[in-house]
C-alpha cells in the first residue's frame, strides 16, 4: 500500500520535479527504501507487542515478589537508556548517509545504463567503471560504519543484564543475612530477572532495526510531503471541448532561482491556425507549450483557452484534450499496436490501424515480422528515428487532441523518411489549433504564423515571407542555418 501510494503521489507531482532529481534516486525510493520499510514491519513489529506484554507482566510479579530487589534489578536500565539514545543519535545519521549513496549509486548506475551508447563512443567504459568502483567503496565503508555502532547495542544490553543480577545477588544476599528473604525467594527472583531481561534484550534488537530503517522511511516521507504544484483548485469546472481560441495575457514566468523566462508576453491564436515558435536555446519556446498544456503555471498573467483560464479548469479534462510529441519520441517496451493505442485506450484495433495508416507509419510496420504486435524495446531502440516519430503521430492523431504541440518534433527526422513525416504532419495538424517548434526553418515555412522569441519576449511575427523582408532575427538564422546546409553539402 505504501509503494502504492508514493508511486501514485510521485505520478502528480510537477516536472520541476523529475528535472531535479535523477530518476535512479527516485527509483531507489519506490523499490528499496518501501523494501526496507516493509522488513521493518514485517519481521519486527509483529513481535514487538507481546514483548511489551511480557515486560509488564515479569514486571509486576517482581515488584509483587519484593519490591526492594525489583529497584535493584533494574537500577542500570536509566544508564542504558541513555547509553542506547547516544549510539541511536550517531547511527540514525550514518544510516542516513549510507542510503544517500546508495541512492547516489542507482542514479549513476541507471545513467550509466541508459547512456551506454555515448559511453562506449568516447571509450570511457574504464573511467565509468572506476567511478562505479569508488562509488560502490565508500559505500561499503558508510554500510560497516553504520552496522559496526548498531553492534554496540547488545554487548551494552547483556553487560546491564550481568550487572544488574550482580547487584540483585549483592542485594538478596545481605536480605538473606537480616531475615527479609528466603534463599527460595532470591533463587526465585533470579530466574525472574532472566525472563525481565530476555525481552528487553528483544526490545532493543526491534530498536536496532527501526534506527536501521528510519532513514527509509524519512526518505519516503520527505517525498510524501511534498504538495503537488500543479493540481485541480476546489470546485474546478470540466473544460468544455475544445474550439481552439488561445491567448497569452501578460504572462510572466521564471524559475525558482530568480531566472526570467517570458517576459509580460501577450499573444492570441485562432482555432485551426498553426504557429510556429522559432528562437535561439533557452528563448523561452518549449517553456511557452508547457504553460499551455500547464505542466507549470505563470507567475503573473493569465493563459487563455476559450476564454477560460487553464488555472480555472480540471486538470485532466484539460491535459485530455491536448496532445504533446517531443523530439525525443518516448515509446513503452510492448508492441507497436499497444504504444498506439495509448492515445485512446478504448481505441480499436481497426481504429488504431487506421491511425497508422493516415500519417503513413502502416507500410513500415506490414514490413516488420510481426507487424503490429511487433514489441519495441525500451524507448523504441529497435527502431529508426523517423519510423518511431511516425508511431508518435499516429498515437496523437487517435488521442484525436483539440490543440496539438510538436516540440522539435522535426529535428532529428532521416531524411529517406522525410517525406512521409511531413505529410504526416500535415494529417495531424489539420483542424487543430497547433504549436510547432524545429530547428530546421525550412519545416515551418508553411505555418500560419511564426513567432521569434528571444530573452523571453515575442520580437517578431508574421508568415515566412514577411519575417524574411523584415530582416530581423528570423532573417539572419535562416540564412545561417541556410548558409551552413549548403557547405554541409
Request: aromatic content about 10%.
Amino acid at each position: 500500500n505504501i509503494r502504492h501510494e508514493l508511486y501514485s503521489h510521485i505520478q502528480t507531482l510537477s516536472l520541476q520535479f523529475f528535472d531535479s532529481r535523477p530518476v535512479g534516486k527516485i527509483l531507489a525510493r519506490v523499490m528499496g527504501d518501501v523494501n526496507s520499510l516493509q522488513d521493518l514491519f514485517t519481521n519486527s513489529v509483529t513481535s514487538f507487542i507481546p514483548e511489551i506484554l511480557t515486560l509488564i507482566c515479569v514486571s509486576c510479579i517482581m515488584f509483587y515478589m519484593n519490591f526492594n530487589l525489583a529497584l535493584s534489578s533494574i537500577t542500570l536500565l536509566p544508564l542504558l537508556t541513555l547509553g542506547l539514545f547516544l549510539i541511536e543519535t550517531v547511527s540514525r545519521k550514518r544510516w542516513q548517509i549510507y542510503r544517500q549513496k546508495r541512492s547516489n549509486l542507482n542514479a549513476f548506475t541507471h545513467e550509466d545504463f541508459s547512456g551506454v551508447k555515448v559511453i562506449q563512443s568516447f571509450t570511457s567504459e574504464e573511467n565509468k567503471a572506476r567511478t562505479f568502483g569508488d562509488m560502490v567503496g565508500s559505500l561499503i565503508k558508510s554500510f560497516i560504519s553504520a552496522v559496526r555502532l548498531n553492534d554496540l547495542f547488545w554487548p551494552m544490553v547483556e553487560l546491564s543484564w550481568g550487572l544488574g543480577t550482580i547487584i540483585v545477588f549483592a542485594s538478596g544476599i545481605k536480605m538473606i543475612g537480616t531475615g527479609t528473604i528466603t534463599v527460595g525467594t532470591l533463587v526465585a527472583f533470579t530466574w525472574y530477572i532472566e525472563m525481565f531481561w530476555r525481552p528487553i534484550m528483544n526490545i532493543t534488537n526491534f530498536y536496532n532495526v527501526l534506527i536501521t530503517n528510519f532513514a527509509a522511511a524519512e526518505r519516503i516521507f520527505d517525498i510524501l510531503d511534498i504538495k503537488p504544484n500543479i493540481f485541480s483548485i476546489r470546485g474546478a469546472a470540466k473544460m468544455p471541448k475544445i474550439k481552439g481560441y488561445l491567448e497569452f495575457k501578460n504572462v510572466t514566468f521564471g524559475y525558482e532561482d530568480g531566472s526570467v523566462v517570458l517576459d509580460n508576453i501577450s499573444f492570441k491564436v485562432n482555432p485551426g491556425e498553426t504557429i510556429a515558435l522559432v528562437g535561439p536555446t533557452g528563448a523561452g519556446k518549449t517553456t511557452i507549450v508547457n504553460l499551455i498544456s500547464r505542466f507549470f503555471d505563470v507567475q503573473s498573467g493569465e493563459v487563455l483557452i476559450d476564454g477560460k483560464n487553464v488555472k480555472d479548469v480540471e486538470l485532466e479534462s484539460l491535459r485530455s484534450q491536448m496532445g504533446i510529441m517531443l523530439q525525443d519520441t518516448f515509446l513503452f517496451s510492448t508492441t507497436i499496436m499497444e504504444n498506439i493505442r495509448y492515445g485512446r485506450l478504448d481505441a480499436t484495433d481497426e481504429e488504431v490501424i487506421q491511425a497508422a495508416k493516415a500519417v503513413n507509419a502502416n507500410e513500415f510496420i506490414m514490413k516488420l515480422k510481426d507487424g503490429y504486435n511487433t514489441k519495441v524495446n525500451e524507448r523504441g531502440s529497435r527502431l529508426s528515428v523517423g519510423q518511431r516519430q511516425l508511431i508518435s503521430f499516429a498515437r496523437a492523431l487517435l488521442a484525436n487532441p483539440r490543440i496539438l504541440i510538436l516540440d522539435e518534433a522535426t529535428s532529428n527526422i532521416d531524411t529517406l523518411t522525410e517525406k512521409l513525416v511531413q505529410n504526416g504532419i500535415k494529417t495531424i495538424l489539420h483542424g487543430r489549433t497547433s504549436f510547432v517548434i524545429a530547428h530546421r526553418l525550412s519545416t515551418i515555412r508553411d505555418c500560419d504564423r511564426i513567432m521569434v522569441i528571444d530573452n523571453g519576449k515575442i520580437t517578431e511575427v508574421g508568415s515566412h515571407g514577411e519575417l524574411m523582408r523584415l530582416k530581423g532575427l528570423y532573417y539572419k538564422l535562416y540564412m545561417s542555418q541556410y548558409k551552413f546546409l549548403n557547405e554541409g553539402a
